[in-house]
């Protein structure tokens, strides 16, 4: 027995070599969503939510949300492979951001600066 476990255990790095490395958000079951339509599709009829914060984006590019209980309102557009939203807590301009989008069946990633900026982890919800 603890032969064939010596064995076997001695083919573990020639497969580290072998097999090329899974990035991280597909090990994770994680994948892009590369365009509006591949969007819309995933989030029709859900929304992201993050402590003290929830929004909502159309398919007339309308995002619709709160944020700490006051009106977050804005909209969006998917541009060179990327989701970017202009947003207004209740009349306070937060300004535009894009960024890649990656999701999961529970969690939504944006992360800026065309996938290398800080990312924005949110949970997906049904309405």
């Not at 090329?20 to 939510?49: C, H, N, W």
Request: glycine content about 12%; overall charge neutral; aromatic content about 12%.
């Amino acid at each position: 027995m603890l032969r064939t476990c010596l064995f076997l255990l001695s083919f573990v790095p020639l497969a580290t070599l072998v097999l090329p490395p899974v990035p991280q958000a597909q090990a994770e079951g994680f994948f892009t969503m590369k365009d509006r339509e591949d969007f819309l599709l995933q989030m029709s009829g859900k929304y992201i939510s993050q402590t003290g914060l929830w929004m909502r984006f159309d398919d007339l590019g309308q995002v619709k949300g709160r944020v700490w209980g006051r009106p977050l309102l804005g909209n969006w557009e998917w541009r060179d492979g990327q989701l970017c939203k202009r947003v207004f807590h209740g009349t306070i301009d937060q300004g535009e951001t894009c960024g890649i989008v990656r999701s999961s069946g529970a969690t939504l990633y944006i992360v800026p600066d065309k996938g290398q900026g800080e990312r924005e982890r949110y949970s997906i919800g049904m309405d």
